[in-house]
């Protein structure tokens, strides 16, 4: 894991396409402005873990009919 220090204004970019940006620092909480191209879905952890578990019900769902 790769970890850097920014601040408010400062940007990372992955893989030449996305952009990470420090949007603003409010105690300890950091607001990013995520820039990436439309065919790639962002989501925050517990949405995706979310998404993920409610897959797997359906998956477990047809695999019983």
Known sequence: MLV?????????????TIR?????????RVRL????PRELSVQ??????SIKEEADKYEMVLETV
């Open 4 to 16: 850097l220090t920014r601040k408010i204004g400062e940007e990372i970019i992955i893989g030449g």
């Open 33 to 36: 402005a995520i820039e990436a």
């Open 44 to 49: 925050r952890q517990e949405i995706a873990a």
């Open 20 to 28: 990470v940006k420090v949007a603003d620092i409010r105690g300890s």
